[in-house]
């Protein structure tokens, strides 16, 4: 079936408007960062310090299991109900919103490290790839035409076009309960190494690890970035098959947003769980370690 390309009124019910503020966008971006450092001259409670994991790493899971393998690449199906409460908790990790996220990621892997046309590759500076681009103006306007399968949920082009609302509610909700130190901690610095984490598959995964697979770019295997984000850090085998929910191919290799999907399976919440077939798994040409 044919999906419909998303209509002007789609495209405007869905483009933040947040976007087109010169350089407010910019200037949050860089105060989170300020705020996350003031928090390391705030002593922090046993509470405190496990509300910052928390927010940490059920975030993670926000972008590995939804913002990454649902709505980029659909490599599960879900409810349209549950899809709404992954948007939901993506837009949690201050990284804009689901369309856009999709969007971007979806240019990434067709533009694979092609320098200037891939939106962050090292092959245009580590910094740009890590967090450089981020600030980039080619890169803020949602790119519509990547996502016209997701732009005809009009729940998603609202939470596309106000993306900043649900982490501002959750930053209100945690000093209403716990003051500044559970914000400082709790939100501001889980957000910001959230992001950084994050980060890491587009610099770091493309530039350190191990080549299973020849891909015609520089996705690299690494277990230390894998443990960091959940199983993201199997970043050759995911370039290498896409379609696959699971991105550690083989049973040693470490992927918990694999694990808690199948779990998820395992409810109802989500089915249809994509596998890498047999045939994707072996390599075509063994590659030796990077330096």
């Given at each position: 079936?044919?999906?419909?390309?998303?209509?002007?009124?789609?495209?405007?019910?869905?483009?933040?408007?947040?976007?087109?503020?010169?350089?407010?966008?910019?200037?949050?971006?860089?105060?989170?960062?300020?705020?996350?450092?003031?928090?390391?001259?705030?002593?922090?409670?046993?509470?405190?310090?496990?509300?910052?994991?928390?927010?940490?790493?059920?975030?993670?899971?926000?972008?590995?299991?939804?913002?990454?393998?649902?709505?980029?690449?659909?490599?599960?199906?879900?409810?349209?109900?549950?899809?709404?409460?992954?948007?939901?908790?993506?837009?949690?990790?201050?990284?804009?919103?689901?369309?856009?996220?999709?969007?971007?990621?979806?240019?990434?892997?067709?533009?694979?490290?092609?320098?200037?046309?891939?939106?962050?590759?090292?092959?245009?500076?580590?910094?740009?790839?890590?967090?450089?681009?981020?600030?980039?103006?080619?890169?803020?306007?949602?790119?519509?035409?990547?996502?016209?399968?997701?732009?005809?949920?009009?729940?998603?082009?609202?939470?596309?076009?106000?993306?900043?609302?649900?982490?501002?509610?959750?930053?209100?909700?945690?000093?209403?309960?716990?003051?500044?130190?559970?914000?400082?901690?709790?939100?501001?610095?889980?957000?910001?190494?959230?992001?950084?984490?994050?980060?890491?598959?587009?610099?770091?995964?493309?530039?350190?690890?191990?080549?299973?697979?020849?891909?015609?770019?520089?996705?690299?295997?690494?277990?230390?970035?894998?443990?960091?984000?959940?199983?993201?850090?199997?970043?050759?085998?995911?370039?290498?098959?896409?379609?696959?929910?699971?991105?550690?191919f083989f049973w040693w290799e470490w992927d918990p947003t694999y694990y808690v999907l199948r779990l998820l399976g395992a409810v109802g919440l989500v089915w249809d769980i994509r596998e890498p077939p047999a045939s994707a798994l072996e390599p075509r040409q063994e590659l030796p370690e990077a330096a």
């Open positions: 079936m044919t999906t419909p390309s998303a209509s002007p009124r789609e495209t405007l019910d869905a483009e933040s408007f947040y976007s087109k503020l010169s350089h407010l966008p910019t200037l949050i971006y860089w105060g989170i960062h300020g705020l996350a450092l003031m928090a390391l001259f705030t002593k922090p409670s046993a509470g405190i310090l496990a509300l910052a994991l928390a927010m940490f790493w059920v975030r993670m899971f926000a972008i590995t299991g939804g913002y990454h393998r649902y709505f980029s690449h659909k490599t599960y199906k879900t409810s349209r109900a549950f899809q709404f409460v992954l948007a939901l908790l993506g837009t949690t990790c201050v990284q804009k919103g689901p369309l856009w996220w999709a969007g971007i990621h979806r240019i990434h892997h067709r533009e694979s490290d092609v320098p200037g046309k891939d939106p962050h590759s090292p092959k245009d500076g580590f910094w740009y790839s890590h967090a450089g681009w981020v600030q980039d103006p080619r890169w803020e306007p949602t790119p519509f035409r990547e996502i016209k399968d997701l732009t005809r949920y009009p729940e998603l082009r609202w939470l596309n076009r106000w993306h900043f609302v649900p982490p501002a509610v959750v930053g209100v909700t945690i000093y209403a309960l716990g003051g500044w130190p559970a914000l400082a901690w709790g939100f501001f610095l889980s957000t910001v190494v959230l992001w950084h984490s994050t980060y890491t598959i587009n610099s770091l995964s493309h530039l350190f690890g191990s080549r299973r697979y020849e891909t015609g770019d520089t996705s690299r295997n690494n277990p230390w970035l894998a443990i960091l984000t959940l199983g993201e850090g199997w970043h050759n085998n995911h370039h290498h098959y896409m379609a696959s929910c699971r991105n550690g």
